[in-house]
């Protein structure tokens, strides 16, 4: 996974700079892995057009590792009693509202 190092808008949150400059990941299960054939793609800021980091590009092996994931989560998640379901998904909104900003950005 690569960084890469441009001048951001003033105007981000530290989360949201310390996210960009980060190395990014795919999202599969917990993990972060990196493409499993190793390719990136360029993410733009659509304000100006400039890069603003490289990101995993999903291939055939990625896509089965997230579907069997998410099979996975859903075979736990759809046996979760209603009450803690509940729980969770007000813990995260909380989250999200928590974070909004940097969200946002």
Excluded: K, N
């Amino acid at each position: 996974m690569s960084t890469v190092s441009i001048a951001l808008p003033d105007a981000l949150g530290e989360d949201a700079r310390a996210f960009l400059e980060g190395a990014h990941g795919l999202l599969i299960g917990a993990e972060r892995p990196a493409a499993a054939d190793g390719r990136t793609f360029a993410t733009f800021d659509p304000s100006s057009g400039r890069e603003i980091a490289q990101v995993p590009h999903a291939g055939e092996r990625d896509v089965d590792a997230a579907v069997a994931a998410a099979r996975g989560a859903f075979e736990t998640w759809s046996t979760t009693p209603a009450m803690e379901r509940e729980r969770l998904m007000f813990a995260l909104a909380g989250a999200v509202e928590e974070r909004a900003r940097e969200l946002a950005e």
